[in-house]
């Protein structure tokens, strides 16, 4: 991996901070296990600290995760503060699946199952349809995945998991992180805007005084 070295008379970094939710689904623990653990005190916090102040922002991925949370632990007042939160922008919704479905060895109809259930939550619940697709976790990447996020309708698509090598080319020419990513050559109108993490992905880089969590 290409090591970056900064010096004193570097510009100043501009930093763009995205609070996400990530959190796997079955993933070491059951979903139960997860909802009790962690998954529940990221919404009752997230409802909180949002309220509070009308410039904080937080992106929801995973929907099973929210789902639970909105059906068995949300009072009648957090509700209403997340329609709120909803209508003003300060809480949206990323790709709105049930998960962030692994790419490569997730069956076809399980991948758009899970969107359409995810999606008709949101549609149903707050009238609102996800505008971007965000697969930061993914392990491989597959050519269905332009052509199923285009047919979805989102406006971009954001990755990270992919090899080293390639990732280092790229961002050695910056502008190769995002490309317009086209799956099918038979399908040409099924293509989607793609931007790609650089090495670091969803972590803070070691080097920036940030937060090492």
């Not at 990732?167 to 293509?191: C, I, N, T």
Request: charged share 20%; net charge negative; hydrophobic share 40%.
């Amino acid at each position: 991996m290409r090591q970056i070295k900064w010096s004193p008379k570097d510009l100043q970094i501009q930093t763009f901070v995205i609070p996400h939710s990530h959190m796997d689904v079955g993933w070491v623990y059951t979903v139960q296990e997860s909802m009790h653990a962690y998954a529940a005190n990221v919404y009752n916090s997230v409802t909180e600290e949002l309220s509070k102040t009308k410039d904080r922002r937080f992106i929801v991925v995973e929907q099973e995760f929210f789902r639970l949370w909105w059906d068995t632990v949300s009072t009648d007042s957090q509700k209403n503060q997340i329609r709120q939160l909803v209508k003003e922008g300060q809480l949206e919704f990323i790709i709105g699946g049930q998960v962030m479905h692994d790419e490569a060895v997730t069956d076809l109809n399980d991948q758009i199952l899970q969107m359409t259930e995810g999606h008709g939550f949101l549609y149903e619940t707050f009238g609102v349809r996800p505008q971007f697709s965000w697969h930061v976790d993914p392990f491989g990447a597959s050519a269905t995945t332009p052509v199923l996020f285009a047919l979805t309708g989102f406006n971009a698509h954001l990755i990270s998991r992919i090899d080293y090598d390639l990732k280092d080319a790229m961002q050695m020419e910056k502008v190769k992180l995002q490309f317009v990513w086209r799956g099918s050559p038979s399908l040409k109108k099924q293509e989607i805007f793609t931007h790609t993490m650089d090495q670091f992905s969803y972590c803070t880089p070691s080097y920036l005084p940030f937060s090492n969590r």
